[in-house]
């Protein structure tokens, strides 16, 4: 069975500044996607970013991005220039290929990120 | 075009009642997906129906359960509330039908409290 932890319940960042969340994942599956979701206290789950287990370059979106490192089977977001709408509970998900169809997103708990003016 | 609905917003049951939760999938998506997403924990996978079946379930009682209409639409049932059932549901939906399509939108959920 597939696991996604997240070791930080909750974060801080200054305006402007950088933060990085945690997760790590465990699998023994090889075609996988990991994503980051983001739910601000409207509770709509946005996706911010998603990246191909078979790709060994990082994705980005705009100021996120991530360092994904397969082998220690870790998937931290990076959020650069922090702005106040970033303030939300960011998910770490992990989804399997099954016979390459998309199966569901098993979550961590979540962080829980503060954006400070 | 109109992302995915979810209503009621808000429900409040008591012990022992059922609740009824229902799910309109943005236009063109045959996947659904239920997660219940308890105080102070992730979201935990309940059902997935892609055209019309259930494809996978999740760790919960059978007490927890759900269709998928024609239009893709779906109804998650829980009965015999318990008060550890109160959580917002969320539903997502997918391109589904095979096509290799990783995106999940999700709906707003719906806040089910159980006294």
């Known amino acids: 069975a597939q696991t996604v932890t997240q070791s930080q319940p909750e974060m801080s960042v200054q305006e402007a500044e950088t933060v990085t969340l945690s997760c790590t994942y465990d699998t023994s599956e090889n075609n996988y996607y990991l994503f980051w979701y983001k739910q601000p206290p409207s509770r709509q789950m946005i996706l911010v970013i998603r990246q191909e287990a078979y790709k060994q370059q990082n994705a980005t979106e705009n100021r996120f991005s991530v360092n994904f490192q397969k082998a220690a089977k870790s998937f931290s977001l990076k959020i650069s220039d922090s702005q106040l709408g970033d303030t939300a509970m960011y998910f770490c998900?992990?989804?399997?290929?099954?016979?390459?169809?998309?199966?569901?997103?098993?979550f961590g708990t979540g962080t829980r990120l503060q954006v400070f003016p | 075009e109109a992302g995915v609905t979810q209503s009621p917003t808000h429900l409040i049951k008591t012990r022992g009642q059922q609740a009824t939760l229902r799910c309109s999938p943005i236009s063109g998506h045959t996947s659904v997906y239920w997660y219940q997403q308890a105080l102070g924990l992730g979201l935990q996978f309940l059902l997935w129906?892609?055209?019309?079946?259930?494809?996978n379930r999740g760790n919960f009682p059978p007490r927890f359960s759900g269709r998928q209409f024609p239009n893709y639409s779906s109804e998650l049932n829980v009965n015999a509330l318990e008060l550890e059932d109160s959580a917002l549901y969320l539903c997502a939906s997918s391109v589904g039908g095979g096509v290799m399509n990783t995106e999940a939108f999700f709906g707003q959920g719906t806040r089910l409290t159980v006294v």
């Open positions: 129906y892609d055209e019309g079946e259930e494809r």
């Open positions: 998900a992990f989804m399997k290929l099954v016979n390459y169809n998309t199966d569901k997103l098993i």
